[in-house]
């Protein structure tokens, strides 16, 4: 069962709203800039995720037949409730949005993977917190199309994803209890399993549960292994980072990041970059992970809160967040 709403080739779905304004799918980029001058642990400010008050999307980068990085935002949700938004591309060469065909009525979903040049997202919240999704989608950027596969084994939202062996992990953050007994929901909210879906058999499993509970934590993979770090316990803020290894399926808990609550990251040169926002969602600070040292280092502050992916330019790696009120590109 699910209750996405997929419009492809324009249309928007909406919750009893008006379309909000979206960006041209036709606007003429600006010409591309040079990153090297970039002062190390800084943040410029770049266009804004064009549409006002959206928040909950997700985020995912592959890049363009030219190699330039393109994040793509998926769904998410407006002060007013509406939803099905419509796909947005952002160049990051050019800082240039555009609109594509395809709209996704969720928000805050178990986040995005890239794996073989498509980007696969699972669960989300449907247009309200009573209605969540088992749905899984690849996107596919050279045609613009979203492909249902193979339902999650729970109806989950607010997770983290990591890709590992062209394979994704997934560690929701919270599960359905509405339709409890019944196959697919759980008896209390906040989650812990993990799960793991192989795109090349469209098949889930499930895998060993986290040592901790991370609704609306960050994570990342490195040299093979998935740490998740931050987020909540239901409504309790939590700092605990905790590295899955799939090769010994274990869990094992490390240093705690300084800020607890709500985090957001990406891997850059083996360092899992985590933004938090701590607990009432408003408070800033940056941290860079180092898993050689098992410590954390504090960095520059980013322009606003927002969804963060790692993009390349000229060859060097950044970190990018992504919202409706400011974005920023922050070099290492």
């Given at each position: 069962?699910?209750l996405?709403?997929?419009a492809?080739g324009?249309?928007?779905a909406a919750c009893?709203?008006?379309a909000?304004?979206?960006p041209?799918?036709d606007?003429?980029?600006?010409?591309?800039?040079s990153?090297?001058?970039?002062?190390?642990?800084?943040?410029?400010?770049k266009?804004?995720?064009?549409?006002?008050?959206?928040?909950?999307?997700?985020?995912g980068?592959?890049?363009?037949?030219a190699?330039?990085?393109i994040l793509?935002a998926?769904?998410?949700t407006?002060?007013?409730?509406?939803?099905?938004?419509?796909?947005?591309a952002?160049?990051?060469?050019?800082n240039?949005?555009?609109?594509k065909?395809?709209?996704?009525?969720?928000?805050?979903?178990?986040?995005?993977?890239?794996?073989?040049?498509?980007?696969?997202?699972?669960?989300?919240y449907?247009v309200?917190?009573?209605?969540?999704q088992?749905?899984?989608?690849?996107?596919d950027?050279?045609?613009?199309?979203l492909t249902r596969?193979a339902d999650?084994?729970?109806?989950?939202?607010?997770?983290?994803?990591?890709?590992?062996?062209?394979?994704m992990?997934?560690?929701?953050?919270?599960?359905?209890?509405?339709?409890?007994?019944?196959?697919?929901?759980?008896?209390?909210e906040?989650?812990?399993?993990?799960?793991l879906?192989?795109?090349?058999?469209n098949?889930?499993?499930?895998?060993?549960s986290?040592?901790?509970y991370h609704?609306g934590?960050?994570?990342?993979?490195?040299?093979?292994?998935?740490?998740?770090?931050?987020?909540?316990?239901?409504?309790q803020p939590?700092a605990?980072l905790?590295?899955?290894?799939?090769a010994?399926?274990?869990?094992?808990?490390?240093?705690?990041?300084p800020?607890a609550?709500?985090?957001?990251?990406?891997v850059?040169?083996?360092?899992?970059y985590?933004l938090c926002?701590?607990?009432?969602?408003?408070?800033?600070?940056?941290?860079?992970?180092?898993?050689v040292?098992?410590?954390?280092?504090t960095?520059?502050v980013?322009?606003?809160p927002?969804?963060?992916?790692?993009?390349?330019?000229?060859?060097?790696?950044?970190?990018l967040s992504?919202?409706?009120?400011a974005?920023?590109?922050?070099?290492?």
């Open positions: 069962m699910s996405v709403i997929l492809l324009g249309g928007m009893g709203t008006e909000p304004t979206q041209s799918a606007a003429t980029p600006p010409p591309s800039v990153f090297l001058t970039l002062v190390s642990n800084t943040w410029t400010p266009a804004a995720y064009p549409v006002q008050d959206v928040h909950g999307f997700s985020v980068v592959v890049p363009n037949s190699g330039q990085p793509y998926f769904g998410g407006d002060g007013s409730g509406g939803s099905g938004f419509w796909t947005l952002y160049n990051a060469a050019t240039a949005w555009t609109r065909n395809t709209t996704v009525d969720v928000r805050n979903s178990n986040g995005v993977v890239r794996i073989k040049g498509k980007l696969y997202f699972s669960g989300g449907i309200n917190e009573s209605s969540v088992a749905s899984t989608w690849a996107y950027p050279r045609t613009d199309q596969k999650m084994p729970k109806y989950t939202a607010d997770g983290v994803s990591g890709m590992i062996n062209d394979r992990y997934v560690l929701p953050g919270i599960c359905s209890t509405v339709g409890w007994p019944f196959a697919g929901y759980c008896d209390h906040p989650f812990q399993r993990l799960f879906y192989d795109p090349a058999t098949v889930w499993v499930s895998k060993k986290a040592p901790h609704r934590g960050a994570g990342g993979v490195i040299n093979g292994k998935f740490y998740v770090v931050g987020g909540f316990n239901g409504l939590v605990y905790d590295v899955y290894d799939p010994a399926n274990s869990w094992k808990t490390l240093a705690p990041v800020s609550g709500r985090a957001r990251g990406a850059i040169s083996g360092k899992l985590v926002t701590g607990p009432d969602g408003t408070q800033r600070r940056t941290y860079a992970y180092n898993p040292t098992n410590t954390w280092a960095k520059a980013p322009p606003s927002g969804e963060v992916a790692r993009v390349d330019l000229d060859g060097g790696p950044y970190l992504v919202s409706s009120v974005s920023g590109l922050y070099k290492p």
